[in-house]
């Protein structure tokens, strides 16, 4: 986990609200993702972006929204049109794109209310 | 269509025993390959890649894995399991098609090691 911070560990959420996810990251890495864990289902990519000001749709980005203002921060926002959000949400980096290894943080586990 | 598989959710082993965590893939070309760890409410380690070269490759923790070009393989293995190895293990690929880092994860195996 060391590099990568996530916050908060447990968040709740009322439906109808949206709610930010915070992801850090001191590895000077170029790359960040978010990715979305369910039992059974592994790991299903929501957003990334290769640098700064730029992000891409992963493959479940709908109901969801990202910002890359700065390198070393890429919150996910988690918003009311995501028909079921709960869920263990994980923040990646890696160096570049290309193959580099990802690395990841310690997660934030999501309930909707 | 599933890049990547596991094909046992769950595997047990005896302490002291040699484990394998199968894995194959379905991408073309010469896909790059992971293998991750992940403990209860924690994120993925990593513990080792197979991009180019020896299709032997050693990881953290005494485990390896290797790389079958013919079967699209990528079994994770261990000589002797610990007990401190049950946890969920997560094989990953790189699809090389895409310009994007995109890895695609198999639903994991939980691999489990009786004292």
């Known amino acids: 986990d060391g590099g990568i911070t996530q916050s908060p560990k447990y968040l709740f959420r009322k439906e109808g609200q949206n709610v930010t996810l915070s992801c850090e990251q001191n590895?000077?890495?170029?790359?960040m993702y978010w990715y979305r864990q369910d039992p059974g289902q592994g790991l299903r990519l929501i957003y990334y972006?290769?640098?700064?000001?730029?992000?891409q749709k992963g493959d479940i980005a709908e109901g969801y929204s990202v910002s890359r203002e700065k390198k070393e921060s890429f919150p996910l926002t988690v918003t009311s049109a995501q028909k079921n959000p709960t869920a263990f949400y994980l923040c990646?980096?890696?160096?570049?794109?290309?193959?580099?290894?990802?690395?990841f943080g310690p997660g934030t586990r999501l309930t909707v209310l | 269509a599933q890049s990547v598989a596991q094909p046992e959710d769950q595997v047990n082993v005896a302490e002291g025993n040699p484990l394998t965590v199968k894995c194959t893939y379905s991408?073309?070309?010469?896909?790059?390959l992971f293998w991750y760890v992940q403990y209860p409410n924690r994120g993925l380690q990593f513990l080792l890649k197979y991009i180019t070269g020896d299709n032997l490759v050693k990881g953290s923790y005494g485990f390896e894995a290797e790389f079958n070009k013919s079967q699209t393989s990528f079994h994770l293995k261990k000589p002797s399991a610990l007990v401190s190895d049950s946890a969920l293990y997560f094989c990953?690929?790189?699809?090389?098609?895409?310009?994007?880092?995109?890895?695609?994860f198999g639903t994991g195996t939980s691999l489990t090691v009786i004292p």
């Open positions: 991408v073309s070309g010469n896909p790059y």
């Open positions: 990953a690929v790189r699809d090389l098609r895409y310009t994007g880092n995109q890895f695609y």
């Open positions: 990646a980096s890696s160096i570049r794109t290309g193959g580099d290894t990802q690395y």
């Open positions: 590895l000077n890495h170029d790359a």
């Open positions: 972006s290769q640098i700064v000001n730029d992000f």
